[in-house]
T-cell receptor, first 114, second 113 residues
Framework: SAVISQKPSRDICQRGTSLTIQCQVD?????MFWYRQQPGQSLTLIAT?????????ESGFVIDKFPISRPNLTFSTLTVSNMSPEDSSIYLC???????????FGPGTRLTVT | AQKVTQAQTEISVVEKEDVTLDCVYE???????LFWYKQPPSGELVFLIR??????QNEISGRYSWNFQKSTSSFNFTITASQVVDSAVYFC??????????FGTGTRLKVLA
C-alpha cells in the first residue's frame, strides 16, 4: 500500500480565512481523492483529483470553496476557502491501491474554525 | 440506490470478549465490492479488507474474521479476544468497482481493560 502524508496534521483557523492542506504520496498514483469527515459523522467525498485535469467535484461541493491542485502524480492540495465554523472537520486524502478497488487514506488534517 | 447500514452506533466490550460489528448493504448491482476500515483515535483510516460480490468465502486474518452473506446482504466483522488497541471507529463501505465509496455511519468500539 502507498504511504500517504498530510500537512498540517491539525490547525485552528479564524472565520473568513483560508487553509491549504497538502497530500504527498510515496509513489505515483493516477487518482487522488479528498474527503471531509464532520465531527462524529461518516466520510463524504469532496472531489477527485487527476493529474493534468481539473478536479471533479461531488454534489454539494464547489471549486470556489474547495479549490484543488494536482501538479504531479505524487502530490495534491486542497484549499478550504473563506472558512466558517461549519467547515470544522477532518479532511482526508486517499489514493487507489494497485488493485484499483481499495483506497488508502492519509492521516487526515483536523481543522477547527473559530 | 446504494446504501450501507451500520445499526450499531457504539459497542462496549471487556477485553478478551469477542465482538461482531454488523454491516448491511443495499445495491442493485450484481458486481460490487465491500470494504472494512478502522479509524483509531489518531484519525487515519486503515484498510482492513475488500470482498468482491462474486466471492462469498469467509476470511480470517489473525483475530479478525469476516462473514459475507449475499442472501442477507450482510458483511459482518468479528474480532476475537478483543484488545484495548482494537478501540476505534469501524466503517463498512460499498462500491460498484469505481472509486466512489458509500460509507456506513460507522460503529464505535470501546474495549475496556
Amino acid at each position: 500500500s502507498a504511504v500517504i502524508s498530510q500537512k498540517p496534521s491539525r490547525d485552528i483557523c479564524q472565520r473568513g480565512t483560508s487553509l491549504t492542506i497538502q497530500c504527498q504520496v510515496d509513489s505515483q498514483v493516477t487518482m487522488m481523492f479528498w474527503y471531509r469527515q464532520q465531527p462524529g459523522q461518516s466520510l463524504t467525498l469532496i472531489a477527485t483529483a487527476n493529474q493534468g485535469s481539473e478536479a471533479t467535484y461531488e454534489s454539494g461541493f464547489v471549486i470556489d470553496k474547495f479549490p484543488i491542485s494536482r501538479p504531479n502524480l505524487t502530490f495534491s492540495t486542497l484549499t478550504v476557502s473563506n472558512m466558517s465554523p461549519e467547515d470544522s472537520s477532518i479532511y482526508l486524502c486517499s489514493v487507489l491501491g494497485s488493485s484499483s478497488y481499495e483506497q488508502y487514506f492519509g492521516p487526515g488534517t483536523r481543522l477547527t474554525v473559530t | 440506490a446504494q446504501k450501507v447500514t451500520q445499526a450499531q452506533t457504539e459497542i462496549s466490550v471487556v477485553e478478551k470478549e469477542d465482538v461482531t460489528l454488523d454491516c448491511v448493504y443495499e445495491t442493485r448491482d450484481t458486481t460490487y465490492y465491500l470494504f472494512w476500515y478502522k479509524q483509531p483515535p489518531s484519525g487515519e483510516l486503515v484498510f482492513l479488507i475488500r470482498r468482491n460480490s462474486f466471492d462469498e468465502q469467509n476470511e480470517i486474518s489473525g483475530r479478525y474474521s469476516w462473514n459475507f452473506q449475499k442472501s442477507t446482504s450482510s458483511f459482518n466483522f468479528t474480532i476475537t479476544a478483543s484488545q484495548v488497541v482494537d478501540s476505534a471507529v469501524y466503517f463498512c463501505a460499498l462500491s460498484r468497482g469505481t472509486y466512489k465509496y458509500i460509507f456506513g455511519t460507522g460503529t464505535r468500539l470501546k474495549v475496556l481493560a
